[in-house]
C-alpha cells in the first residue's frame, strides 16, 4: 500500500537521488510552526472520539469533495448552524465516506489517509464499501489505547514543537495546563520553548463587519483590565495580551486579511475604529481596518519580536448555502486574485528593512510565487516565502511552488514547511509528503546537474528542519 | 510518421503504464458534447469541397498562424467582409499552407493534421513543399469516395453522439431532418437521443451591442409566435425555443460572455431589454446585460434541465484589421484575464446548491485552474471544472489543467473531454490526443505510487467516456 | 565542476536527444540584441577592475540576495546615494560574498558564475569561505593578461553582435569610437552593421514624473539642435536622434514603461507636454504621458524601421529604504501584474498590421505567457514574443515559457534569447544556458514523438542564431 518510493520521481537516475535526499530528512524532529491543533487536546490528552468524528466530520478537506458531488453535510454529521438533526452514528458516516473514497483517487487528501491508515494504525488496506467496516472496528479498536492518546501520539511522531492558533479573546488556560506539564528531557509540555505553544492571531478583533465583533473588543478589555473604548486603549490591550501569548509560548503572530492591503495610518484607523465602535462605519471603513491593523502589528512585532504571517486571499464562506446552514469552516471559501507588491509597500516602506522584523508571506494564489513573493523574499530582509497553503498544499502545488520561487529567492528566502492542520493524525503525513516532494526536486536539479549531492544534502535538511525553526523563531 | 507511443511520457517506466492506460480508451466511443460542426454536413451528406477549403481556409488556428508572419488571409482564400477577391485556387492555397507548415512544428494543429493525414486519409508523409501536390492529388481521390463522406466518416470515427451550437434563431432543419434518419441500432441521426444534437447559444440575442440585435430578437419573435417587444416575452420565446432545442436533441446551452459576470436582478434586466429595444441602452448597460441573462438562463435551466457551459474571457476580434477586412472568427482574439470567484457569486447564490442546476466552466485565462476553477469545482455540486479550451486546449495546456485542477477538484469534478471543433475530420485526432496526454498524466501518478494501476484504469475510462456521457447529460 | 550534460533531463533518451541538438548550437556565434554592457568597456579597453567590482558590486542579482539575507549593500562595496563610506576593499567584499555564495545554490546566478569561473577563467572549484582568496587571486592574476581585455574576451566569446542601450541623452561618442575600429573580416567595432551597436531607450524623456526630465528635454534640444519648448519640436528631435542612434548601429528601440498602457492621441500627448514643461502635470497625465508617447515611437518606426521592445511591468525602486540609501538599479524593483490584451490594442489598432511595423513583447507577469503574448504574437504579423526577462531569465522560467508560448504561437513568432545583461564576462555562460533550455524543451518533444529529430535540429538553430538575427534586424 505504502510504497517506500511514493512520490518520488519516475526517472530512476533522480530517483535513486531522491531516495537518498528523503533518507537524510526522514527522521528528523517535526518542526509545526502554523497550524490549527486545539491545544486542549493535548492538554486533556482523553482519547480521540470514533473514527467518523476523528477523521471525516471536522475535515473540510473531505467534506467539501462529497459535498461537490452532492452529499450534503447534514449527511457526514457536521453539526449545522441551527442546530438541525444531522446524521448522528459514525459507522454510517464512515461508510458514507468510504463508498466515496474514490474520489479522492490521487489527491494529497487521500495521500494523507492512506499514510495515516498506515504508517499510524497499521491498517494495510485500501479503505473503500467493502472495507469501510474492518477500517472503522480496527480505528476503534486502536484508539480505545493508551498509545494513541494524543500526547502519546505527540511523541510517537517525533514532534520538536507544535504551534496551535488562538485569538486574543480566546482563552489561554490549556497552555497554562501544559506549561505545567514536564515533558521529559528538561522541557515542559507548554509555555516558552515548550512542546505546544500559541500563535497571536487576531482577525476577528481587527474586521469589525464580522458578527459580535463589538463584544470581542468587551473581551479584550476584561481580560486585559484595559480601556478598548478608545484606540489607544485597544491597541494598549493587543500588546498587553501578546505578552500573554509570549509567555505561552508564541513566536508568531497569524492575519487571515481578505486581502494583502496595508497601510500605515495610525489616526485614519483611530476613526475609523470610533467609528466602528459607535456601529456607524462604511462598508469601505470596515474593509480598510484591516489593512490599518497590519501596520500597527508590524509596529508591535518590531517592540516584541513576533514574526508576523500573513495568509491572505481567501473569500471566506463563498457558499452562502453553506455558511448559513452549517457555519463557518466547513469548505466553503474560494481564494481570490492576491496582490502584494503594492498592497505590502506601505508596512514594507515603515518596517521592511529593519533588522527586528520578519514577516512570511503565504498565498492561495499561485500567479504570485514568480511575479510577486519570490522577488519580494528575495529583495527585503525581512520577507520570507511561505509554503504552499491549502489547496496549493500538495505535491503538485509544492513542485510549482519550488520552481516559481527558487530562481529567484533561493532555498534560504523561504521559511519551510507548515502543516496547518487540524487533523493531528495526519501531522506525520503531510511533513512526510513535503520532505518527499522537495527531495525530489532537489533531485531534479542534482540530476539536472545544476546542484552537487552534497549542496543538495545541505538544503534538504534545512528546508526541513533548520529554516523553519530559525525563521519562526523556534530555536531557543 | 505516427508513433504508437506519441505524447507519452519519455521515461520508459511511465510510458509502459501510459500505452497500457491509453490501451483501454483507444477504441472507446467518441462522445463530443460540444462543437461547432454544421449539423447540414451531416444532414445533407454530400461529398467535402477540395483539401483547402477543407483544412485550411475555415480553420482560423491555421490561417491566424501564417498571418502572424505576413501572410494574409486572403492570400489563403479566406473569404472578405466586403467580398473582394481572394486566392480561389485550391491547390495554390495548399501549396502555400504546405509551404508555411514549418510554422506549426510542435504544435497541435500540427499533431491533428499528422494524424489526420495518417490515420483518416493514410498518408504516411510528410506535408511540406516538396509534398504539397502529392497530398493534394490523394486528399482530392479520397474525398471523391464515398466512404468519405460526412456520415460515412461519422460511423468510421466510432462518434457516439456530437453536439452542434446554433442560436435560438439558427434554423433547427437540419436537426429536423436527421431526426427523420434511421442511424442504426434503434436510434436516430438526430433529434432526442440521436447522434447529431444542437446546444442552445444564446450569445446574438443577449449581446444588444452586436450588428443586428434589434433584428435577431425580431426573428425570435416570429420563430416563437412570442411578443419579444417586452422583457417578459423575451423570455417566454427563448424558453419555448429552448423547448425547440430540447426536441432537436439539446442536453447543454452554452455562453460565450466576455466575463463570467452574472447578476440576479430581472427587474435591471427588464429596464435595460426596453431601454435597449429603444436603441437607448448606454455603453453600461450593453456590458451589463449578459451579465443579468446568465441568472436568467440558469433559472430556465433549473427548470428544463439543460447544462449550462459558460466560455467568458475572449476579446473577440481583437484585430481590427482582420475584423474590418474578413469578419468574425478568422483568428482575431485575444483573452483577457477573467475571474469566476466573485463574478458568479450571484448566480451561485441562486441557484449553485439546487440539486437540478449544473454548469460546467471554461477559461482561457490558466490562472485560475488552481485558484478558482479547482476550488468552485470542489465546492459546489452544481459545478465542474471543463476540458482546457481552444489556447490551451494541447498537451502543455492539458496537462497543467490536470495538474492544477486534480488535487483539490479531484477527477470526477472535470467535465472531461470537448472537441470544441468545426473541423469535422479531426474529431478523431482530437480525442486521440486528449486521451493520451490523460493517459500520460495518470502514468505519472501510478508511476510515482500516488495512485495504483486499478484506479488510473477506472478513471481514464471514466474521463475519456463515462463523465462527459454523464455530466452533459448524454446518457440517455 | 561543469558537467558536460548540465540543464539537459535526467531521463537518458531525452538527454541523448538534447546533447545532440545543443551539439548544433554550442559553438554558433552570440547574437546579442539585447543588453546593458557599456559601449566604453569595450572602446576603451581597459584592464577590468579587481573580482569583486567585475563580478559582485554592480550586480543587483547578487547583492539583492545577500540584502535578502541581512547583508547591507554597503558591506558589499555598493556606492550609496550620498556618498556615504561603503566598504572599498576588494577582497573583503569578495570574501563576504564567497561566505554567503550558497544562498544562490541551484539559481541562474550561481550556474553563470561557475560557467565563467570555469569556462573563462580557468577555475575548477567550488566558491566558498576556504577558496575565495584563491579565487581572488586566481581572478585578479588573469585579469591583468592582455587576453581577459574586453575586445580580446569578446572575439573570444565569438560574439556576433552586441547591443548596448542608451538614452537619447547619453552620448554615442564611444559608438563612434568604436565605429572607427577595424574589427577584421571587412567590419568595424561600431557604427552600422557593427559588431557593438546601441539601441534608443527613451524612457528617461517620457517620464516627466522622474528627476531631471526638463533638465533631459533641453539636453535633448542640445544635442540635436530642435526646439523642445513644443511637442512638435521634442518630436522632430527625437526622430533625428533616432537617425544618430541608426548610424550608431541602432536596429531597436527599448521602452520600460510601467505598464504597457498605449494610446493614440496626439493631441492629448502634445497638451500634456506643455503642461509637463510648465511643472503642471497631473499625476494621471504623468501615468499617461508614456502610453502616448508608445504609440509615438511606433509611428516613428514605421518610418524608420527601428524594432520596438517593450520590457513592462517593473515596479523600480520598490524598496524605499535600497532607493533612498544607494539609488536606482541596485535590486529594489518588484514586478506588477501586466496586462496586454486591452492595453496594446490603440497601438496594434494603429500600426499591428503594418508591414513595416514589428514590437517585440518581454513580461515579469508570466501569467500573460499562454493568455496573452502567445496569443499576439500567433495573431499580430508584427509582435513577437520576447524572451523570459529578469525574473523568469532561468531554466525554470525559460521551460514554463517555452511550454506555454510554443504550443500556441509556435517557435517562429518567438525572439530568440537576449542576454539582457550588464555582466559582459558572463554573456556565454547565458547563452550556453538558454540553448541548452531550448535544447531540452526540443528534446522532450522529440522523445515524446511530437516532432522530428530533423525538425528539432532546425529549430534548434533557428532560435538560437536565425531568429534573433531577423527579428531585431541585426541580418545585415
Given amino acids: 500500500m505504502l510504497h517506500p518510493d511514493r512520490l518520488f520521481p519516475a526517472d530512476e537516475r533522480t530517483r535513486a537521488i531522491a531516495r537518498e535526499l528523503h533518507r537524510r530528512t526522514a527522521d528528523l524532529p517535526l518542526v509545526s510552526p502554523h497550524g490549527h491543533v486545539d491545544a486542549r487536546l493535548i492538554a486533556e490528552n482523553r482519547p480521540f472520539p470514533d473514527p467518523a468524528r476523528l477523521f471525516v466530520v471536522p475535515d473540510h478537506y473531505l467534506t467539501r469533495m462529497l459535498y461537490a458531488q452532492g452529499v450534503r453535510p447534514d449527511e457526514l454529521g457536521v453539526p449545522s448552524a441551527a442546530g438541525e438533526p444531522s446524521e448522528v452514528d459514525g459507522r454510517t458516516i464512515w461508510r458514507r465516506f468510504a463508498e466515496h473514497y474514490y474520489l479522492f483517487r490521487g489527491t494529497p487528501s487521500k495521500l494523507w489517509l492512506d499514510h495515516t491508515f498506515a504508517e499510524v494504525f497499521g491498517i494495510y488496506k485500501e479503505l473503500g464499501p467493502d472495507t469501510a467496516d474492518e477500517f472503522y472496528d480496527h480505528l476503534s479498536a486502536r484508539l480505545?489505547?493508551?498509545?494513541?492518546?494524543?500526547?502519546?501520539?505527540?511523541?510517537?511522531?517525533?514532534?520538536?514543537?507544535?504551534?496551535?492558533?488562538?485569538?486574543?479573546?480566546?482563552?489561554?488556560?490549556?497552555?497554562?495546563?501544559?506549561?505545567?506539564?514536564?515533558?521529559?528531557?528538561?522541557?515542559?509540555?507548554?509555555?516558552?520553548?515548550?512542546?505546544?505553544?500559541?500563535?497571536?492571531?487576531?482577525?476577528?478583533?481587527?474586521?469589525?463587519?464580522?458578527?459580535?465583533?463589538?463584544?470581542?473588543?468587551?473581551?479584550?478589555?476584561?481580560?486585559?483590565?484595559?480601556?478598548?473604548?478608545?484606540?489607544?486603549?485597544?491597541?494598549?490591550?493587543?500588546?498587553?495580551?501578546?505578552?500573554?501569548?509570549?509567555?505561552?509560548?508564541?513566536?508568531?503572530?497569524?492575519?487571515?486579511?481578505?486581502?494583502?492591503?496595508?497601510?500605515?495610518?495610525?489616526?485614519?484607523?483611530?476613526?475609523?475604529?470610533?467609528r466602528a465602535l459607535d456601529g456607524e462605519a462604511t462598508e469601505a471603513e470596515i474593509l480598510r481596518f484591516p489593512a490599518l491593523m497590519l501596520v500597527e502589528f508590524a509596529r508591535m512585532s518590531v517592540d516584541d519580536g513576533l514574526v508576523m504571517q500573513l495568509h491572505p486571499g481567501s473569500n471566506r464562506n463563498h457558499n452562502q448555502w453553506l455558511y448559513e446552514g452549517w457555519g463557518r469552516d466547513v469548505g466553503g471559501d474560494i481564494p481570490n486574485t492576491t496582490e502584494y507588491t503594492r498592497d505590502l509597500k506601505p508596512l514594507l516602506d515603515a518596517f521592511g528593512n529593519h533588522p527586528r522584523f520578519r514577516i512570511v508571506l503565504y498565498t492561495l494564489d499561485e500567479t504570485v510565487f514568480s511575479r510577486e513573493i519570490a522577488p519580494l523574499a528575495g529583495g527585503y530582509a525581512s520577507v520570507f516565502a511561505g509554503a504552499p497553503w491549502w489547496f496549493l498544499d500538495s505535491p503538485e502545488g509544492m513542485r510549482r511552488f519550488r520552481e516559481a520561487v527558487h530562481e529567484t529567492a533561493g532555498f534560504y528566502n523561504t521559511a519551510g514547511f507548515v502543516d496547518d492542520t487540524r487533523a493531528f493524525c495526519s501531522i506525520p503525513a503531510r511533513h512526510d509528503l513535503a520532505r518527499r516532494v522537495d527531495a525530489s526536486y532537489l533531485a531534479r536539479l542534482v540530476a539536472e546537474h545544476r546542484m552537487t549531492d552534497a549542496e543538495a544534502a545541505e538544503v534538504a535538511v534545512d528546508l526541513a528542519y533548520h529554516l523553519p525553526r530559525k525563521i519562526y523563531g523556534l530555536e531557543t
Avoid: M, Q
Fill in 144 to 274: 480505545a489505547e493508551p498509545a494513541y492518546r494524543p500526547r502519546a501520539l505527540f511523541d510517537r511522531f517525533n514532534i520538536e514543537v507544535l504551534a496551535t492558533t488562538e485569538s486574543p479573546v480566546d482563552s489561554l488556560e490549556p497552555h497554562a495546563a501544559l506549561a505545567e506539564l514536564p515533558a521529559g528531557g528538561g522541557r515542559r509540555w507548554g509555555g516558552r520553548g515548550g512542546k505546544v505553544v500559541t500563535t497571536f492571531r487576531p482577525d476577528n478583533l481587527v474586521e469589525p463587519g464580522w458578527p459580535g465583533w463589538r463584544e470581542r473588543v468587551d473581551a479584550l478589555a476584561a481580560i486585559t483590565g484595559e480601556d478598548t473604548a478608545t484606540f489607544d486603549g485597544f491597541l494598549t490591550a493587543l500588546r498587553k495580551r501578546r505578552r500573554d501569548f509570549i509567555a505561552a509560548g508564541a513566536t508568531c503572530t497569524d492575519h487571515g486579511n481578505l486581502t494583502a492591503r496595508t497601510e500605515d495610518d495610525p489616526k485614519a484607523a483611530a476613526e475609523i475604529y470610533a
